[in-house]
């Protein structure tokens, strides 16, 4: 099944006439689990929607550490930044289940933005958010103690009502540790902590959020 592009953010202004071109440049294609869609540094610019599946976007440095930025799901979209400097990326993709993506080439997309201007001022918009998004990372990172950065990510990763939500798909301590920037030891700990007390619980496919989590620990 096609994306519906008007359920996508960047291009819910469009008219249907204009939806309909834009959907005739998509090339859908399927991923398998942990299959690496871009990579940090590659010179490629299109522009990847998520149909189906999750997707990890991370940096990494020399020495093979990771940093976990985002975590992508249907209606997200990821790549937007070399469509507009065509410069290397800045950073990777990996499928973290069996994933659908709609893929439209740079100079398709671009070709777009020529004859709906309107498209460049939500695609300005669209990154806005992301820098506030870094923005929000940075501070977590360089204000909060490690419970504050692992409480705050899996909050902000949670979905559902209530107190009760589910962070899905699972992650596991590492990727957790790649995305406060610290030991994953030291959220082992947390995490064990956490699940004694009853706050949350893990099981095959997802980390359950019980209760409201402590402030500080």
Same mark, same amino acid.
């Given at each position: 099944?096609?994306?519906?592009?008007?359920?996508?953010?960047?291009?819910?202004g469009l008219s249907e006439e204009e939806l309909n071109l834009l959907a005739s440049h998509l090339n859908t294609r399927s991923f398998p689990k942990n299959t690496i869609v871009i990579?940090?540094?590659?010179?490629?610019d299109s522009l990847y929607i998520v149909n189906e599946g999750q997707v990890k976007i991370y940096v990494s440095d020399d020495e093979g550490r990771e940093m976990l930025l985002n975590?992508? @799901?249907?209606? *997200?979209?990821?790549?937007? $930044? !070399? =469509?507009? /400097?065509?410069?290397? %990326?800045?950073?990777?993709?990996?499928?973290?289940?069996?994933?659908?993506?709609?893929?439209?080439?740079?100079?398709?997309?671009?070709?777009?933005?020529?004859?709906?201007?309107?498209?460049?001022?939500?695609?300005?918009?669209?990154?806005?958010?992301?820098?506030? @998004?870094?923005? *929000?990372?940075?501070?977590? $990172? !360089? =204000?909060? /103690?490690?419970?504050? %950065?692992?409480?705050?990510?899996?909050?902000?990763?949670?979905?559902?009502?209530?107190?009760?939500?589910?962070?899905?798909?699972?992650?596991?301590?590492?990727?957790?540790?790649?995305?406060?920037?610290?030991?994953?030891?030291?959220?082992?700990?947390?995490?064990?902590?956490?699940?004694?007390?009853?706050?949350?619980?893990?099981?095959? /496919?997802?980390?359950?959020?019980?209760?409201?989590?402590?402030?500080?620990?």
């Amino acid at each position: 099944m096609p994306v519906d592009l008007s359920r996508i953010p960047l291009f819910s202004g469009l008219s249907e006439e204009e939806l309909n071109l834009l959907a005739s440049h998509l090339n859908t294609r399927s991923f398998p689990k942990n299959t690496i869609v871009i990579t940090e540094g590659d010179l490629s610019d299109s522009l990847y929607i998520v149909n189906e599946g999750q997707v990890k976007i991370y940096v990494s440095d020399d020495e093979g550490r990771e940093m976990l930025l985002n975590i992508l @799901e249907p209606g *997200d979209y990821f790549g937007e $930044l !070399a =469509l507009i /400097d065509k410069e290397p %990326r800045s950073a990777s993709a990996i499928t973290m289940s069996n994933t659908k993506l709609s893929i439209i080439s740079g100079p398709d997309f671009r070709e777009t933005l020529k004859k709906h201007p309107e498209l460049s001022i939500k695609l300005m918009s669209a990154l806005v958010i992301r820098l506030r @998004e870094v923005t *929000d990372t940075v501070r977590r $990172l !360089a =204000l909060l /103690d490690v419970y504050g %950065r692992v409480t705050t990510t899996l909050l902000s990763l949670a979905r559902g009502d209530g107190d009760q939500k589910r962070v899905e798909p699972k992650l596991t301590q590492q990727d957790i540790a790649n995305m406060v920037g610290a030991s994953r030891e030291m959220v082992s700990r947390i995490m064990k902590d956490l699940k004694t007390g009853g706050y949350i619980e893990t099981t095959k /496919d997802a980390i359950v959020i019980l209760k409201r989590l402590p402030s500080k620990w």
